[in-house]
Structures are given as structure tokens and as C-alpha cells.
């Protein structure tokens, strides 16, 4: 029996747990075992092994450990998302989808010994100090994390809010490891953040995909579009740093812009991993451009979506390669307190490419480019109205008296005080160069559409 079904984001008290333990759609199933051919020459070495460890160990170990043990390496030897849930870890597992938990506010897997970030999410500790997808963590405090298990770092990791944890992080560019201490707290991921960046342009943020997501996006649309006097012109969403979450919300976004056809589709040995989803009539924006920003750091459920909309060609795709979280785990319940999770499928999107191992590469590729703002010079360059006995346009009279300066002490003092505000805002370019492009480009495709 089906229970749900989401895309599996575990989310510890101390972390979120990453690429091997988070991404791809989670199916808690319970049905009955096929009975395989046992290979009986090898359960007998097995058994052989049990005993010896029994009998010769230099400490006593329980059953109990011994087993869980070999079921543990029996899973994490397939890939690194399949793996064994006690009693502790399957509480975790259900804690995870509620948006809110304790810790860092990193997504993390483990590469080459070394624990990897997979994005840090917004407004966490994580993302204030600086922590940036690409991060190895070699030592967590004082202690190494290489012939660590991920599960074990993740423990150390944990934490009381308000408690701290000194991570040694080796990134590439720098010439020698990093050492950033964080703050742990309550995170609290709120999945959808909006703006205008411009009359008629509305910008929309994902930071993980949750149950409400999707009810949350068209929230955001509606308002987005009474701020700009009921249509938009165009619209970006930002997936960058977006490791993952629910499957139907990933859907839910993709069929808010996409009318007809294919949205995913997933495909394995078992009859219960085929599925497949499609788009329902009506797009939120009316047609109206539509830019996706992903980069490493997105994965699983923002390759969905950004893959739905690429091979719908709803709209464009631009940033660098995503993360390539293309497989489908199912977690099936042993005890009231034990599960095993098995990767069972892989997903596809509409036009059949499995992102496994692969990711979703953009239709506009930009890597990440900080730029600063020149300063502004106290020389204006010439121009015709500047040169003695210019010609006058003719309409120069009536101009002059529409551009005249507010005219009163209040709205000059209010003019100045805007000014003053803008000058000291950051340009977009400066802030999000990425983004920035993306806006220009939503401008030149409105243009040409028009």
C-alpha cells in the first residue's frame, strides 16, 4: 500500500542531508517480497564470517549491530542514495518535508571521503557565512571527517540552536582550507520568495520544493501581476542552489506554465515505478517569456522542472550545468521503526534524456562573474545641446516646462531623499549578474514579440 510519495529530502536537525541522501521522488510502499533465488554458496560464507566475528572479535559485538551492519554496506555498496533507516533515521525522514527543522541549512553528500556541499540554502547560517555549493568539508571542529560515514558527520553536525561548529572547508580557487564558524538555529525554508525587478518583469524564487509550493508559486504569480496592472511581461524563476524536495510539487511549478503534454516521467523494474505526468490546461503567465536560472546546485526536482520547460520549449533555460540527480528511491517499511530505502527508477524528461548522471545543460550557458561598479566620473562626455549655437529641436519650450524641478521645499527635500536612496542601492548587474542578463533577455524577447 501506497502511504505518499515525494521527492526525498531528509532533513536532519542538524542538516539537510544532500545528493546521497536527499534528491529524487520517495514512495513509502509496503508490498509483498518477491522471493528470489538464494544463493545459498554465499550466504554460508556469510554465515562462516558472522560467527568467526562472534567467536574472535577483540570486543563483544550484539547480533543485532552485526546485522544492521551488513545491511547497511549491502545498500550503500549500490549507490549512494540507497541506504538503511533505523528507528531514529525513518523519524528524520518524515520530520524532513515540514519546512522547518534545526541546524546549519546545508544540503551535503559525501565525495571521495570528504563531505561535499550541495547548496547552502537561503537565509540559514550555511548561506550567511558564505558556504558555497562545490564546498569539501574536511574537518568538522577538530575532528577529520575522512573514514567518516556520512550519517556519522551528520551527527557531529547536529546540534542545539545556538550552539557552534567550526567547518575547515577546501574550495576551489582558494590556495589553502577556509575555516568558517557557524552559528547553528531553527531554520525555517521559506519555499517561494517574489519581487518586481522592474515594472511589468516579476522575479520568483525557489529555495525548495515543499508540499505548498506549488499553491505558494501561484500566490506569488497573482501578485506579481496586480503590481503590474494585471499582466505580466515576462517572468524569471530562480532555481539556482535548489537541491530538491517534493515530486508533485516539482510538477505542480512545471504545470503552472506548461498547457499540454509531458512533464516527467519515471521508469524501472517494478510495476510501481512507471509513472508518468502531464501538464493540465491553462498557463498562469498567458504566454508571456519565461527564464529558468539553474546552475550546480540545483538537482532533482528543479531538473524536473527546468528539463519539462526546455524540452516544452515554454521557455529558456540559462546559468551552468545542474547538479544531475536523475534517480527514484523507494522506502519501504520493514518494522514500525525500520525501512530500507532502495533506489528503484530512474526519472526522464518529456523528451526522454535521463538527467542521471548528467544534469540538465542550459539553452544559455553563464558561469558565476562578480562584477563591480565603476565609479561614476565628474566629467560628462559633450553633447549637441552642450556646443555653442546648437541647433534647437523646436519643441525645446514645452519640454522645459514638463522636465521643470518640482517646484516647494517638501518635494525637493523628497526628491533628494530618493536620489539618495537609489544611489545607494547596489546595480542588478553588481548584486546578480546572472540575473541581470536574465532580465535583458526577458526584455529582448518581449520586444520581439510585440
Known amino acids: 500500500m501506497r ?137 568538522l571542529d577538530d575532528t577529520p571527517v575522512k573514514g567518516m560515514t556520512l550519517n556519522d558527520a551528520v551527527d557531529i553536525m547536529r546540534g542545539e540552536p545556538g550552539s557552534k561548529l ?53 500566490e506569488a504569480i497573482t501578485e506579481l501581476k496586480q503590481d503590474s496592472d494585471g499582466m505580466l511581461n515576462g517572468l524569471v524563476l530562480d532555481l539556482r542552489n535548489n537541491p530538491g524536495g517534493v515530486l508533485e510539487a516539482a510538477v505542480d511549478v512545471s504545470d503552472a506554465f506548461i498547457e499540454k503534454g509531458m512533464i516527467v516521467y519515471t521508469d524501472g523494474r517494478i510495476a510501481d515505478s512507471d509513472q508518468k505526468f502531464h501538464a493540465t490546461p491553462d498557463d498562469l503567465l498567458k504566454g508571456a517569456p519565461l527564464i529558468v536560472l539553474v546552475n550546480g546546485g540545483s538537482a532533482s526536482a528543479s531538473e524536473i ?40 527508477a530512474r526519472y526522464y524528461t518529456p523528451s526522454g534524456r535521463s538527467i542521471q548522471a548528467e544534469g540538465i545543460v542550459p539553452d544559455i550557458e553563464i558561469n558565476g562573474i562578480h562584477i563591480a561598479e565603476i565609479q561614476e566620473s565628474e566629467f560628462t562626455p559633450l553633447r549637441e545641446r552642450d556646443l555653442t549655437r546648437h541647433l534647437e529641436n523646436g519643441e525645446e519650450e514645452d519640454n522645459a516646462a514638463d522636465d521643470a524641478a518640482p517646484t516647494g521645499q517638501d518635494d525637493a527635500d523628497s526628491a533628494s531623499e530618493e536620489a539618495e536612496s537609489e544611489a545607494k542601492k547596489q546595480p542588478l548587474e553588481v548584486r546578480d549578474y546572472v540575473l541581470s542578463q536574465a532580465l535583458n533577455l526577458l526584455k529582448g524577447m518581449n520586444i520581439l514579440k510585440r
Do not use: C
Open 3 to 139: 502511504l505518499f510519495k515525494r521527492d526525498f529530502g531528509l532533513i536532519t536537525s542538524g542538516v539537510i542531508l544532500g545528493a546521497s541522501l536527499v534528491f529524487g521522488q520517495m514512495v513509502f510502499a509496503e508490498r509483498e517480497a518477491v522471493k528470489p533465488d538464494l544463493p545459498l554458496e554465499d550466504l554460508r560464507t556469510f554465515s562462516e564470517i558472522f560467527g568467526r566475528i562472534k567467536s574472535s572479535y577483540v570486543e563483544p559485538v550484539e547480533d543485532k549491530k552485526l546485522l544492521e551492519n551488513a545491511i547497511r554496506g549491502m545498500l550503500s555498496g549500490l549507490d549512494p542514495h540507497s541506504t538503511y533507516l533505523d528507528l531514529e533515521d525513518f523519524q528524520q525522514l518524515r520530520e524532513g518535508t515540514s519546512g522547518e527543522f534545526g541546524g546549519l541549512g546545508i544540503e551535503v553528500s559525501m565525495e571521495d571521503g570528504f563531505v561535499k556541499v550541495v547548496a547552502p540554502i537561503d537565509d540559514t547560517p550555511a548561506a550567511e557565512a558564505g558556504i558555497q555549493a562545490g564546498d569539501l568539508i574536511i574537518r
Open 166 to 218: 567550526l567547518l575547515t572547508i577546501i574550495r576551489e580557487g582558494e590556495d589553502k582550507p577556509l575555516k568558517v564558524e557557524l552559528t547553528r538555529d531553527v531554520i525555517k525554508v521559506k519555499s517561494v520568495r517574489h519581487e518586481m525587478l522592474e515594472p511589468g518583469y516579476g522575479y520568483i524564487r525557489i529555495s525548495t520544493f515543499q508540499s505548498r509550493t506549488g499553491a505558494s508559486l501561484r
Open 305 to 344: 522542472v527546468a528539463g519539462a520547460i526546455q524540452d516544452q520549449k515554454r521557455g529558456i533555460v540559462l546559468g551552468s550545468k545542474t547538479f544531475g540527480k536523475g534517480s527514484v528511491q523507494t522506502v519501504m517499511p520493514l518494522t514500525n521503526e525500520t525501512a530500507v530505502k532502495m533506489t528503484t
